[in-house]
């Protein structure tokens, strides 16, 4: 009994081979799209994973700080650090901005946190972590920063020390880590225009600066460009503590409002890129039904197109099942070739994508299934449409 | 057969089965290199000796270390600014002049008053020596009257009538001293008042107290000022430094004598040498900082007031101490320490802690000389994590 399928790929190999490989691009952009997705989801939630925090206090009745504005005093830590359970505290503040650095200025996601405290980068690829106070920064590699490159940041140059990886917002904007205190500045300080322009219009203002009384004057200056506020505390708690339990209290005594971790991966995936998410979703689940019709025209007019070989075939006493075995084995060879080639494409290009593209192997596993099943439902149809082939088109062609 | 075996092994057929194995190959590769399957990169280094010299920075602004704010002692208009900004000025020169109005009237008038004190005081004199006089008449006739008594030449009514005669000469008497009394009283007091108006006089002159520098002029002539409000601002050019701020939590080694480096923001490439002259006692509660002042050693020439200085302390430091390089401290359940790759994988080894500099921590224990430990790592390391030693970035 020899093997009928091999040896018609093996009369056909190179237009076998290559429909083999214009499936698999296929494919592979179709596990691209599902990459994409799964990245876009796992950009929302890696700065979760990196920051590590149990709980995350923000202002009262908002979902920040990065689905919202949300703005808490500096020193509400200290209260929190006494409820029960609490193990570490870190104010932190997050802005999006454009940061410049040799003349070309970049959209980044720069983050205040304090060293020691939760907030800060995980872990670095290059450099030191930040030790002074003041003017240096972690940037994340995306950003083509490199260690003692200067970025300037609102009025003041600060040093890159360090580099991480895979630090991005939600939106996939690379991350540049600064010590707390600049952020605050960084997010609060207005520019030196509008700074001087303020002070004029208070100077003018009767109610403020009012003769007999010099000091008011000073005193609302002063106000007005210093800033104790934060987007938001990051607790972690010590083992055994019931996370819910703790956000429940900060929310009832503190007026505050608290979420847990998987509130907040629920806010940054379910809020903050629903509709992109959605969007790409859609487009995914079009770009597979359609990769999965491609697919099964394909096997089908390669089959049609053998409709005289099919017919020899029939002519010499060759067995429906036999022809059914072939037409069958010839499909999941090419899903199989296809789905090696997407795969391996797909790994190729990835990592060359502006925003991060997360293949997960239960995607690949998943679209290697869907693959075969829709090659053996496409050989199905081509099959019943050999079955019907009259053995005498062999001859009459 | 052999048909069928030629047919087999023809070139074709080994295109193909290199070709097939050359995918295969590609794909392993990649797969492992690239994909979800790689194990992480890391870079390695070793634990070595190393000394150690930390230092804390801080920033703050160049202030003077005593700052005198000169204005009038009450409400005034100022009718003269002698000195401007910038000017030497010595201990005791008269700077500016506050508008007198009508305090020269007011002199006048109390030298009118002392004077007339003086007059009043004359006459209660005069008035004096009269009830002398009237006293010594009355106490002659009480004498004449008592002694014709004793020889019944007139009755006891007479002689009591003398009595009080002289009696109430005298209390007239003490009266009129007590007048006089008043009336030099009333000379000092006009007096006392007199000079209290030329002190008011001379308050209105605002006077250096120090020989310093001018730094800024707040008010110009014709300005009301009122008490306490400062016309001008001196300070003592010798004694500036930089008031800086340094986080509480990296302040605990901090002594008044150490060498720091100061920059200031408009000369970034020259550190001026300094020393700390003084923690102050009281900290900024809110900012959580304690504030440093670092005295300039030697003071440069020119220094502006208010410039952003950044300060960097030298704290003692250890010399040939095991240190590892920062970035390679990770935390794991609140406890420091380091990641180490055994067999290919990550494993958490908790280290304690000593002198940190910028870049390297001394190692107090938990890992010996020669070791080595995960520095880099491609992604967040975990226990059990499969790991590759390779270069992360290119450098």
Not at chain 1, 108 to 123: D, I, R
Not at chain 1, 353 to 382: H, M
Not at chain 2, 358 to 364: E, G, M, N
Request: hydrophobic share 50%; proline share 4%.
């Amino acid at each position: 009994m020899i093997n009928l399928a091999g040896r018609d790929i093996a009369h056909h190999l190179k237009s076998y081979l290559l429909t083999g490989l214009g499936l698999g691009l296929l494919i592979g952009v179709t596990l691209t799209m599902a990459g994409v997705y799964r990245g876009m989801v796992d950009d929302a939630k890696v700065l979760l994973r990196a920051v590590d925090a149990d709980v995350w206090v923000v202002q009262q009745d908002t979902l920040g700080p990065f689905a919202e504005p949300s703005s808490v005093p500096d020193d509400l830590y200290r209260a929190l650090l006494g409820l029960p359970g609490v193990a570490q505290a870190g104010n932190v503040a997050y802005l999006t901005m454009q940061v410049s650095h040799a003349g070309k200025s970049q959209r980044v996601m720069v983050a205040g946190f304090e060293p020691g405290k939760p907030g800060g980068p995980a872990f670095l690829v290059a450099g030191r972590p930040i030790a002074r106070a003041h003017y240096e920064a972690v940037a994340d590699a995306k950003t083509g920063l490199r260690v003692g490159d200067v970025v300037r940041i609102r009025r003041n140059d600060y040093t890159v020390v360090g580099l991480t990886r895979r630090m991005v917002s939600s939106n996939g904007d690379p991350m540049l880590f600064i010590p707390l205190k600049d952020a605050q500045e960084a997010q609060f300080l207005k520019d030196n225009d509008a700074i001087v322009e303020d002070r004029q219009r208070l100077t003018a203002n009767p109610a403020i600066n009012r003769p007999g009384q010099p000091g008011v004057l000073d005193a609302v200056q002063a106000i007005q460009t210093s800033s104790h506020k934060v987007n938001a505390v990051l607790l972690r708690l010590q083992p055994g503590a019931d996370a819910r339990a703790v956000a429940g209290a900060i929310a009832r005594w503190q007026r505050f409002t608290a979420y847990t971790r998987d509130d907040m991966e629920e806010i940054l995936v379910a809020k903050l890129i629903a509709t992109a998410a959605k969007q790409i979703g859609l487009f995914l689940a079009i770009l597979a039904v359609v990769s999965a019709a491609i697919v099964a025209f394909i096997i089908y007019t390669m089959t049609l197109g053998k409709i005289k070989e099919i017919a020899v075939l029939k002519l010499i006493g060759t067995r429906n099942r036999t022809i059914a075995a072939m037409i069958m084995q010839e499909a999941l060879g090419l899903g199989v070739i296809g789905f090696f080639v997407g795969k391996f494409a797909a790994t190729l290009w990835a990592p060359a994508f502006p925003k991060y593209v997360l293949l997960e192997t239960g995607d690949a596993g998943r679209a290697f299934v869907l693959t075969l099943v829709v090659c053996a439902l496409a050989s199905v149809l081509a099959i019943r449409a050999a079955l019907k082939i009259d053995p005498a088109e062999a001859i009459g062609g | 057969m052999t048909h069928r075996a030629v047919s087999f092994i023809n070139r074709r057929n080994l295109f193909l089965a290199a070709g097939f194995l050359a995918f295969a190959a590609a794909f392993v590769w990649l797969l492992a290199t690239r994909g979800p399957l790689a194990p992480a990169g890391i870079e390695q280094a070793a634990v070595t000796r190393a000394d150690l010299n930390p230092g804390v920075y801080g920033i703050g602004t160049v202030e003077a270390q005593r700052a005198y704010s000169v204005g009038p002692i009450q409400a005034g208009r100022l009718l003269r600014v002698m000195v401007d900004q910038g000017d030497r000025v010595e201990a005791g020169q008269v700077l500016a002049e506050i508008d007198p109005v009508d305090l020269r009237q007011r002199a006048d008038a109390a030298v009118s008053a002392a004077a007339r004190a003086r007059q009043a005081a004359e006459a209660a004199l005069a008035q004096v020596a009269e009830a002398e006089s009237r006293t010594r008449l009355a106490q002659a006739n009480l004498a004449r009257y008592q002694a014709l008594y004793r020889q019944n030449f007139v009755a006891k009514e007479m002689v009591d009538s003398r009595l009080h005669e002289a009696a109430a000469a005298e209390a007239a008497l003490a009266a009129s001293r007590a007048n006089a009394a008043a009336a030099q009283r009333e000379i000092g007091r006009a007096e006392a008042e007199r000079q209290g108006v030329d002190q008011l006089r001379n308050s209105l002159r605002l006077l250096s107290p120090i020989t310093g520098v001018v730094t800024t002029r707040e008010a110009e002539p014709g300005t009301t000022v009122v008490a306490g409000q400062a016309v001008l601002r001196l300070a003592d050019p010798a004694h500036l430094w930089v008031r800086a701020r340094v986080d509480q939590a990296r302040a605990q080694a901090i002594r008044v004598g150490q060498a720091a480096d100061i920059t200031m923001r408009s000369a970034p490439e020259m550190a001026l040498p300094g020393k700390v002259a003084r923690i102050e006692l009281q900290s900024d509660a809110v900012t959580e900082e304690r504030i440093v002042d670092v005295a300039f050693d030697p003071v440069p020439d020119r220094l502006y007031l208010g410039e952003l200085a950044e300060v960097t302390l030298h704290l003692p430091g250890t010399r040939n101490a095991l240190a590892v390089p920062r970035a390679a401290i990770g935390l794991r359940n609140d406890r420091s320490g380091v990641w180490q790759a055994v067999d290919g994988r990550a494993r958490f080894k908790p280290v304690q802690l000593g002198v940190q500099t910028a870049d390297r921590a001394q190692v107090v224990s938990g890992l010996a000389e020669g070791e080595r430990v995960i520095v880099y790592s491609a992604r967040q390391l975990d226990e059990g994590m499969r790991v590759r030693e390779q270069q992360l970035m290119t450098r």
